[in-house]
């Protein structure tokens, strides 16, 4: 949903991180009573065209695993969430679930309440079950057991995940989201053609399995004047002992092409990384932040 807002931004030339969100909600946006009387969502974020919040209480932990130490970790969660919508904010909904020929106008749609079925270890939401409700509290239209997605900070849904985790574990997932250090430089490569490039990684993402540090990263490259030429979003799995690393997922971005899936050059496998490359030293940040940061990027792992 964000993307058209991510190519207009590219077409600027502007590279934007997500920016900090208040936790108290303005007075015009504070949550409105429509489904029932007694409800009380807490407000997350809101923007032009949506409003997003949660239901607290109705966290529940479904399942979990059992560690070594004998701790129980958490591994599916479930909550209720609820988003409003703005007239264009509807639209845009309607047209993602290509649902134009079950409401015509936008104007139909005020709110939908959704159960999300959420696995930390693997960062992802799975929206159970969707009620999409018109203005009179009626079920205009509804859907089960829709696709399970990874969160990343391009996701719609980060602001529900963050706050649905941090409800169970406590381990800071919106403060870290919300961090003006949430992104840290790897490493800038100059080219040969003079452009440069620079690579950032998403700590909020950050996590380790077994020896492998999951994270996404944002690639960008411009040119002397500024202009940017072209984005990789990469999620990759870091082997940090090794000094290898292999891109799991991803997207690349270019002013002619815009967003299309990134194709790997060597097949998922793991590639090493020289030691005298601009490249290492991105390594040697990652390495420092895992051991700086254990507790951070182990929080919530079962192995």
């Known amino acids: 949903m964000y ?15 997500p920016m900090p969100q208040s936790q108290a ?8 009573t429509t489904v029932e009387q007694n409800d009380e969502w807490y407000w997350l974020a809101s923007d032009n065209k949506y409003s997003k919040y ?5 966290v529940k932990v479904i399942k979990s695993a059992k560690r070594e130490d004998g701790r129980e970790i958490a591994t599916e969660i479930e909550a209720w969430t609820k988003t409003t919508y703005s007239y264009e904010g509807a639209a845009e909904t309607i047209d993602n679930y290509k649902i134009r020929n079950l409401l015509p106008d936008p104007a139909q749609l005020s709110y939908s309440l959704a159960l999300l079925k959420i696995n930390p270890q693997n960062r992802t939401i799975q929206y159970s079950h969707e009620e999409f409700y018109d203005k009179s509290n009626t079920v205009i239209w509804s859907k089960s057991e829709g696709r399970i997605k990874e969160i990343n900070s391009q996701s719609f849904d980060e602001d529900f995940y963050c706050a649905i985790v941090d409800e169970v574990f406590r381990q800071g997932e919106i403060e870290r989201k919300n961090a003006p250090d949430r992104w840290i430089d790897l490493c800038k490569i100059i080219n040969r053609d003079g452009s440069i490039t620079t690579v950032t990684a998403d700590t909020t993402t950050m996590r380790l399995k077994g020896s492998n540090l999951i994270v996404w990263e944002w690639q960008d490259t411009r040119e002397p004047n500024g202009n940017v030429t072209e984005i990789k979003f990469m999620k990759k799995a870091v082997n940090l002992p090794q000094g290898t690393e292999r891109i799991t997922n991803g997207e690349i971005w270019t002013p002619h092409n815009s967003w299309r899936e990134l194709q790997d050059e060597n097949d998922g496998a793991y590639v090493m990384i020289n030691g005298d490359s601009p490249e290492y030293k991105g390594l040697v940040r990652l390495r420092a932040f895992a051991k700086g940061y254990s507790g951070w990027v182990n929080r919530y792992a079962i192995e």
């Open 3 to 17: 993307r058209k807002k991510i190519a207009a931004a590219m077409l600027a030339s502007a590279l934007l991180f």
């Open 25 to 32: 909600a303005p007075a015009e946006l504070q949550p409105q």
């Open 54 to 58: 949660f239901d607290p209480v109705t």
